[in-house]
């Protein structure tokens, strides 16, 4: 009898967990959408900026989604804990927190901490050129061969060094690196 | 066995299975923070170890403006910011190579007088050297914005 029990309570949890597969993965697809982040009226401000970025379109002219950046690429281990993770941290910062006081300094170090070099390199598989296929500086090569481990060596990862690439907070927008980006950005602010 | 409310048995003792779902839960979320942890490193210095190994010590504001920005934030709109004071005239180098000795908290003999001695000197006679400069003279702070000045120390009457 009791054997009999246990078999069948097996089989409803097997079922339970077979159904709850599609609905899981269904429910993380719908959600790593750019219209599913845009829901939240705290990453309006984040999406008119990436709008203006030089990461606004790809080289087919096709708009760059947030997961593309944010999300690791292939479905894993990884994808799901990132997911997980940021997902909770944003649920728990626009129910509990303040949406309209964001601390950006701080989320710039969250966002460094998940964005992976493959997604990265993706679209930048060349170090040696950038994303229009022209030639980067003699410096530019050097820090890259340390990157590849040619020339040298670093720790450091893409985001180590590539910041404000696609958003631009009020602070660093004084660096000259930063010129254009700023410029841009200013503009869409006076026509508004 | 029949299950009562919140898995009670009918005796009222709190049945195994609650107990453990919730310390299978709690393993989960402990278990997902630590893959968290050492999957993604927090973003760090390229050379934070530099405490360990000074030799590898490089341009400290390149590193710290990401490792920890608000004091970098706070230096830069500073007087000593303002200036362009490095961060090695007060804190040293990590190497020990630097004119002052490395210290996180510069000691205010070594560094502070080196360019403030006679203010110090004038403030000594006035109210007798008690505390550190820096209990009311923040060092990375602009004193026109932000709460400088407004530690109790500095609104005290002596």
Redesign the interface.
């Known amino acids: 009898m009791a054997m009999k029990m246990s078999s069948v309570k097996m089989l409803v949890v097997l079922l339970i967990v077979l159904a709850l597969v599609p609905v899981i993965s269904m429910s993380m697809a719908r959600t790593s959408t750019t219209n599913y982040c845009m829901s939240c009226h705290e990453m309006k401000s984040h999406k008119s900026e990436l709008e203006k970025s030089s990461h606004a379109f790809d080289k087919d002219k096709k708009p760059i989604e947030c997961a593309q950046c944010h999300l690791p690429n292939s479905f894993g281990l990884k994808y799901v804990a990132v997911k997980v993770y940021l997902g909770a941290r944003d649920m728990m910062v626009h129910y509990l927190g303040d949406p309209n006081n964001l601390d950006r300094r701080k989320m710039q170090q969250i966002a460094r901490r998940f964005i992976l070099d493959d997604n990265c390199r993706a679209c930048h598989q060349d170090l040696s050129k950038n994303a229009k296929g022209e030639k980067i500086s003699e410096i530019g090569k050097l820090c890259h061969d340390a990157y590849l481990g040619i020339n040298g060596s670093t720790k450091s990862r893409c985001v180590g060094c590539h910041f404000n690439v696609a958003h631009l907070p009020d602070f660093d927008r004084r660096y000259f690196f930063n010129a254009k980006f700023a410029k841009r950005l200013q503009e869409g602010e006076k026509k508004r | 066995m029949k299950l009562g409310f919140l898995g009670a048995t009918e005796g009222g003792r709190i049945g195994k299975w609650p107990i453990i779902i919730l310390a299978g839960m709690v393993i989960a979320v402990v278990a ?1 923070l630590t ?2 942890n050492v ?5 760090k210095c ?1 050379y934070a170890k530099h405490l360990k190994s000074p030799d590898t010590a490089s341009d400290c504001y390149a590193c710290h403006l ?1 490792a920890t ?2 004091v970098a ?1 706070d230096w830069y709109e500073s007087k000593h910011g303002v200036m362009l004071v490095k961060c090695f005239v007060c804190h040293g180098q990590p190497d020990g190579k630097g004119s002052v000795p490395y210290a996180v908290n510069p000691d205010v003999n070594t560094t502070c007088r080196k360019c403030h001695d006679p203010s110090i000197k004038k403030m000594e006679k006035k109210y007798g050297l008690k505390l550190e400069c820096n209990s009311c003279h923040p060092f990375h702070q602009n004193s026109i914005h932000h709460k400088a000045y407004v530690k109790p120390v500095a609104k005290r009457k002596i």
Do not use: D, G, N, S
Not at chain 2, 39 to 43: C, L, N, Y
């Open positions: 997902f893959y968290i999957a993604f490193p927090r973003v390229e990401k920005p608000k934030q």
